[in-house]
């Protein structure tokens, strides 16, 4: 009998944290992925000790077409409500190069509001992000943002080899192939977007991992000052605050194999915002097979 009894606690030991990892793993499966882990546990030995939940964002195939290379270069204007000109915003691909052994694209985005909303809400803003050329994934995100005369900087050294990334002086675990919300963007456009099947991307901020879940809605035709185009709408659901505030985001991409993002709508601090493309220059780097419109 003592037998027995020790072979079913035996048994129970064993079952018990596999079955807390299955609940933790259902209940985080659209939020943080990583919320499973303690919220004091930034040390990154101790958070390897917990069964990884599975990456939303796999390394790219070797034939999946990059619609971007060296070059590309968006320009926005920005609407605050639906009527106030508020300002202007640049994503740039300025160049490929070495970081720490690897080939990136060195991506910069600007924000800057204009003299009349400063009066009201001052907003000058420099995102750089350096994208793995081969993965896609994020090697390094850095931001300097002046909002509302509050300044803050940022900057994330993602190690996506042994699974950590540096963060004021703290390593924390990530998921391979873990995005910032800037390099979740370039991947998004690289996707075969389908109306009605959403896609699911990683990103790491607020020091933890996300899966953000991204709905495809509809196929839509709009007018933008840089043209009309033929757009398929994104809705990505933020679960938390960064470039943008939590909640759902509207993204139009061009329904064709470049999938620029032509417009944006979402909320900020005091209002909502309407980004608009004005003007774009395509990579001379990247061939493009079908007919593409707009412009």
Known sequence: MKNKMWIIGFILIILLPVNLYAQNLSKNSLGTLDSALSPERDNVLEAKLTLPVPSATPTPEVEKFIPFGVGEKFEYSIGWGNVLNAGKATIEIKDIIQYQGHEVYKVVVEGKSNKVFSLFYRVRDKLESLIDVNGLFSRRYWTKQDEGHKKRERKYEFDQENNTVQYKGKEYYIRHGIHDEVSAVFYVRTLDLQVGKPVYVDIFAK???????????????????????????????????????KGKIKVWFTNDERRIPVQVRSKIVIGSILIKLKKYRMSQEVAFNQHTQGG
Not at 209 to 237: D, H, M, S, Y
Request: glycine fraction near 6%.
């Open 207 to 245: 020091r933890k991992n996300w899966q953000v879940k991204c709905v495809v809605r509809k196929i839509e035709t709009i007018k933008v000052p840089a043209g009309k185009f033929e757009t398929i709408l994104v809705e990505p659901e933020l679960r938390f605050d960064g470039i943008m505030k």
